[in-house]
């Protein structure tokens, strides 16, 4: 979304102020982030239809990078002023990483729940 119709998600999602010298910056960091969502949102599509064990794994990194992210820019920005932007994107995202770890989650149940009734079967038999 912050791709494709990058003005209305930066102004009405992202509560971003364009009106300032840094809005063309601030487009471009946008836009770059959907372009990277983009390229994981068809990475994993691709993983999920040809290396399933491997898209398993990155739903599992995902929300591992985000949360080494949150804490590598918290700590690379304590000296900048504070920060009054609306982030109206933050919910989304908060609802991704959610469906992303309970996927993951349920994923792995799933896994070990198959792998005990092959493992009891092979004992039957």
Not at 15 to 25: G, K, N
Not at 31 to 45: H, K, P, Q, R, Y
Request: charged share 10%; hydrophobic share 55%; aromatic share 8%.
């Amino acid at each position: 979304m912050h791709t494709i119709v990058l003005n209305y998600s930066a102004t009405n999602i992202a509560v971003l102020d364009l009106t300032t010298s840094t809005a063309r910056d601030q487009l471009k960091l946008l836009g770059a982030f959907g372009v990277s969502n983009l390229e994981t949102g068809i990475a994993m599509i691709l993983m999920a239809l040809f290396a399933r064990k491997l898209a398993l794994i990155m739903l599992g990194v995902i929300p591992l990078i985000y949360v080494i992210g949150y804490f590598a820019i918290k700590a690379n920005s304590g000296s900048a002023p504070p920060s009054h932007a609306n982030w109206g994107g933050a919910p989304l995202l908060v609802v991704y990483l959610a469906i992303t770890c309970a996927t993951f989650i349920a994923a792995l149940v799933v896994m070990r729940a198959t792998r005990r009734h092959h493992q009891l079967q092979g004992v039957d038999q």
